[in-house]
T-cell receptor, first 111, second 112 residues
Framework: EDQVTQSPEALRLQEGESSSLNCSYTVSGLRGLFWYRQDPGKGPEFLFTLYSAGEEKEKERLKATLTKKESFLHITAPKPEDSATYLCAVQGSSNTGKLIFGQGTTLQVKP | NAGVTQTPKFQVLKTGQSMTLQCAQDMNHNSMYWYRQDPGMGLRLIYYSASEGTTDKGEVPNGYNVSRLNKREFSLRLESAAPSQTSVYFC???????????FGPGTRLTVL
């Protein structure tokens, strides 16, 4: 059964304090691993797609990496506006686009 | 482009009432999805439509029905609402050339 586990559930950082969020997954035939950002009261906003182990993608202060068992979202020198819930999801071998989501990590960055 | 739109934004129902949640996308996407999001449970797939004219069950379909009205619109119906269906509902769409899904702003539903 496809499964995604994110850790930690919640993370509090001081502005400028770098850290990483973890997404562990088990899936039969990975078609893609996705990172989304969700602000309170809003829908998830797409950040990255990773397809194969060793792949990395960056956007501003965020960098996502992928291994065969997990993905990390590295946040470098975060700012208060980076505060949000970060969601990880995987798409398995089916071509229907069905995603399995983790429970998310809620990040709070204090000034 | 509005992207993915959902109506209504908020709704309160009594147990046993019915309602339809509407979703539309203007990105010419083929696939559309309905999720529910509950605290501590993450996003769970209710139903999806891989292409116009087809619908399939997701992880938690019980108590729901869907209609893919045309390529743009995908509705979710609760025939007899129950308190367990209190949740935030998100619609998403995906294009043929994309893998990522794009989400709407959500409908917050409370069933009393």
């Amino acid at each position: 059964e496809d499964q995604v586990t994110q850790s930690p559930e919640a993370l509090r950082l001081q502005e400028g304090e770098s850290s990483s969020l973890n997404c562990s997954y088990t899936v039969s035939g990975l078609r893609g691993l996705f990172w989304y950002r969700q602000d309170p009261g809003k829908g998830p906003e797409f950040l990255f797609t990773l397809y194969s182990a060793g792949e990395e993608k960056e956007k501003e202060r965020l960098k996502a990496t992928l291994t065969k068992k997990e993905s990390f979202l590295h946040i470098t020198a975060p700012k208060p506006e980076d505060s949000a819930t970060y969601l990880c999801a995987v798409q398995g071998s089916s071509n229907t686009g069905k995603l399995i989501f983790g429970q998310g990590t809620t990040l709070q960055v204090k000034p | 482009n509005a992207g993915v739109t959902q109506t209504p934004k908020f709704q309160v129902l009594k147990t046993g009432q019915s309602m339809t949640l509407q979703c539309a996308q203007d990105m010419n996407h083929n696939s559309m999805y309905w999720y529910r999001q509950d605290p501590g449970m993450g996003l769970r797939l209710i139903y999806y439509s891989a292409s116009e004219g087809t619908t399939d069950k997701g992880e938690v379909p019980n108590g729901y029905n869907v209609s893919r009205l045309n390529k743009r619109e995908f509705s979710l119906r609760l025939e007899s609402a129950a308190p367990s269906q209190t949740s935030v509902y998100f619609c998403a769409s995906r294009g043929l050339a994309d893998n990522e899904q794009f989400f709407g702003p959500g409908t917050r539903l409370t069933v009393l």
